[in-house]
């Protein structure tokens, strides 16, 4: 697994790309709190080549707030989803959808195309493989994300 493979996104690339697709402002800042994967985690894979080269993790309340605004669900919708602790079909898709979008920014000139393998819900246990690749990224961007309108949550990018 080479980090020559797959670039590092920047903070304001994450803003920009999850603000316009979900079309709201994006407050984005570095996370103080605990990385997403201690709560709830939605985990997704990506891969070049069909191998591992990076991670994003995002907590419930992320993915909740991500999901509904993509789709204009309204926010309470998502307050319920973090009340019973899971994800609506709809909700989990659609921040499927931004976590797929979310691929292009591990794009690097001369490098293979890299794309989104796998996303695991927070419902789901975590294989071993994505557990482990977690452990000891080469680099790592750790973000506190609030949707306008709807709340935040932490998300993380994890170079592999």
Known sequence: MATSNCAMPSAKAVSRLIGDLVDKRLAVKLAADPPPEKKD??????????????????????????????????????????????????????FGEVLNVFAQLFAKPGAPRVYLKTVHPPTEPLPDEISQ????????????????????????????
Do not use: W
């Open 41 to 94: 985690p939605t985990v997704a894979l990506y891969v070049n080549d069909d191998e591992p080269v990076a991670l994003c993790v995002a907590d419930l309340a992320l993915a909740a707030h991500a999901g509904a605004a993509l789709v204009l669900v309204p926010k309470a919708v998502a307050e319920e989803c973090l009340q019973k602790g899971e994800l609506e079909e709809s909700i989990s898709e659609s």
């Open 133 to 160: 690749l977690m452990e000891n990224p080469s680099n790592r961007l750790d973000l506190l994300v609030d949707v306008a309108e709807y709340g935040g949550g932490l998300f993380s990018v994890l170079v592999l």
